[in-house]
């Protein structure tokens, strides 16, 4: 059983920056992946960015240059830091971990961005 919990979502003005967390626990050992989705409303939940255990990533193409993910496995945490944010990044962003038979969400953190 992998749970996490994000933080670090809010208001902000669009142009503006944010810095969400994941922080999982449990058995983290067994984490081959983590990522960030967000599900604006009425919509489908969609990925933002992927980290892998290797350290590589990816991104959606929307975020590209403006999102970064990183990860601090002291702290079995995931970040994603959101510079030059836009009204369309408002949603609800998730944390996911993704282990070889099973999938764990986080509770989820709003991000609304102001124009």
């Known amino acids: 059983q992998v749970q996490l919990v994000e933080s670090g979502g809010g208001l902000v003005q669009a142009g503006g920056s944010l810095r969400l967390s994941c922080a999982a626990s449990g058995s983290t050992f067994s984490i081959n992946d983590i990522a960030w989705y967000r599900q604006a409303p009425g919509k489908q939940r969609r990925l933002v960015a992927r980290i892998f255990r290797d350290a590589s990533t990816n991104y959606a193409d929307s975020v590209k240059g403006r999102f970064t993910i990183s990860r601090d496995n002291a702290k079995n945490t995931v970040y994603l830091q959101m510079n030059s944010l836009k009204p369309e990044d408002t949603a609800v962003y998730y944390c996911?971990?993704?282990?070889?038979?099973?999938?764990?969400w986080g509770q989820g953190t709003q991000v609304t961005v102001s124009s």
């Open positions: 996911n971990a993704r282990v070889p038979d099973a999938n764990y």
